[in-house]
């Protein structure tokens, strides 16, 4: 009996440690379509998409492998990671930020709208350069 309840336990953990890694790594574009307005281009190698995020807004927690964020106007932006302090950044218009992979949840703390071109960086086969 106890060895059940072990088991059951055990099962049961595992089930929920499963779910919390899917609620943590949802895609942007799913979980924050409000913000994420659209996808600019897709390929193997990368996704390019338009971001707003309105002051006061938020995006929950959502998953994006190495990136590059392109700030298009001026904002106060957020950033918790899982486990982690939230840090806040100024960003400023024409300023490019490269990003490790990541989960994490953003806020818009300022007073304007955040616009951002976010291009995430797909992992897929080297491609040789070419010799000039």
Same mark, same amino acid.
């Given at each position: 009996?106890?060895? =059940?309840?072990?088991?059951?336990?055990?099962?049961?953990?595992?089930?929920?440690?499963?779910?919390?890694? +899917? %609620?943590?790594?949802?895609? !942007? =574009?799913? %979980? $924050? !379509?409000? $913000?994420?307005?659209? @996808?600019?281009?897709?390929? /193997?190698? *990368?996704? *390019?998409?338009? @971001? /707003?995020?309105?002051?006061?807004?938020? @995006? !929950?927690?959502?998953?994006? !492998?190495?990136?590059?964020?392109?700030?298009?106007?001026?904002?106060?932006?957020?950033?918790?990671?899982?486990?982690?302090?939230?840090? @806040? $950044?100024? %960003?400023?218009?024409?300023? $490019?930020?490269?990003?490790?992979?990541?989960?994490?949840?953003?806020? +818009?703390?300022? /007073?304007?709208?955040?616009?951002?071109? %976010?291009?995430?960086?797909?992992?897929?086969? =080297?491609?040789?350069?070419?010799?000039?």
């Amino acid at each position: 009996m106890k060895t =059940m309840k072990m088991t059951s336990m055990a099962l049961l953990l595992g089930l929920f440690l499963t779910l919390s890694a +899917n %609620v943590y790594a949802q895609d !942007p =574009m799913t %979980v $924050a !379509p409000s $913000a994420y307005k659209k @996808v600019l281009l897709e390929n /193997e190698k *990368v996704r *390019v998409m338009e @971001v /707003e995020l309105a002051p006061g807004a938020e @995006v !929950p927690w959502h998953s994006h !492998p190495n990136h590059v964020v392109y700030a298009l106007a001026d904002g106060k932006l957020e950033l918790t990671e899982k486990g982690k302090t939230a840090v @806040v $950044a100024d %960003v400023k218009a024409g300023e $490019a930020m490269y990003f490790p992979a990541v989960t994490h949840m953003a806020k +818009n703390v300022g /007073e304007t709208t955040l616009k951002m071109i %976010v291009t995430e960086l797909k992992m897929g086969k =080297m491609s040789k350069m070419k010799k000039m």
